[in-house]
């Protein structure tokens, strides 16, 4: 499974950004997905996450519950996170994962930049 994240950039706190990831491959393996975050020396964290087929079970990480959102779209293979009332604290690299129906996320995206200006 191949995944591609995009739409990181430069907002101000307050504003709004949408990611997208897009999978490929063999996604009839893939169970759930999940967005994480990596802030400078901080340790990668869960963002949200949701079920890639039947019921769209999702979970969200404390500091972002309220304030994001998770959804898919599997005409599309794509998963997006929208992220409202971004602030300086969401800035991070977001990388979308994917996880089959054990284990850990062991399929990842190559990050996307996310940084929120005060």
């Known amino acids: 499974v191949q995944l591609q994240a995009s739409g990181g950039g430069l907002v101000q706190a307050g504003g709004s950004l949408r990611l997208s990831c897009t999978a490929s491959g063999r996604t009839f393996t893939v169970s759930r997905m999940y967005w994480f975050r990596q802030a400078p020396g901080k340790e990668r964290e869960i963002v949200a996450s949701?079920?890639?087929?039947?019921?769209?079970?999702?979970y969200y990480g404390d500091s972002v519950r309220g304030r994001f959102t998770i959804s898919r779209d599997n005409a599309k293979n794509t998963v997006y996170l929208q992220m409202n009332i971004l602030k300086p604290e969401d800035t991070a690299v977001y990388y979308c994962?994917?996880?089959?129906?054990?284990?850990?996320?062991?399929?990842w995206g190559q990050g996307t930049q996310v940084t929120v200006s005060s």
């Open positions: 994962a994917a996880r089959g129906y054990t284990g850990s996320p062991e399929y």
């Open positions: 949701i079920n890639w087929s039947g019921g769209s079970s999702t």
